[in-house]
Nanobody, 126 residues
């Protein structure tokens, strides 16, 4: 099991940028793919982005592609989400998640992820 703690959320105006971080502890960070998901109260959890264990492969949800960039630094046990050109519809709680050990490929399904952080609120004002 891995413990995940998100940070970097906040209030930003439309068009602005934020960088989220996800710090991991508890097992070898580089042994599994990781992802970002977001959720608005009353709505289903939405896939945002995912990255392979090595960091060499990434995938994005259609609503964020071209604006968000996912990355990871395995030496620092940290994953990032750089969010540019933010829109009001990006407002949500953002959660990071990790797959099981040796599940190296990123996927878009939340059921494929076994460990979750508590989330960080991102609010984009118009």
């Amino acid at each position: 099991q891995v413990q995940l703690v998100e940070s970097g959320g906040g209030l930003v105006q439309a068009g602005g940028s934020l960088r989220l971080s996800c710090a991991a502890s508890g097992r070898t960070f580089s042994s599994s793919a990781m992802g970002w998901f977001r959720q608005v109260p009353g709505k289903e959890r939405e896939f945002v982005a995912a990255v392979s264990a090595s960091g060499g492969t990434t995938t994005y949800g259609s609503s964020v592609k071209g604006r968000f960039t996912i990355s990871r630094d395995n030496a620092k046990n940290t994953m990032y989400l750089q969010m540019n050109n933010l829109k009001p519809e990006d407002t949500a709680v953002y959660h990071c998640a990790a797959r099981r050990v040796f599940r190296n490929l990123p996927t878009i399904e939340s059921d494929d992820y076994n460990d979750w952080g508590q989330g960080t609120q991102v609010t984009v004002s118009s």
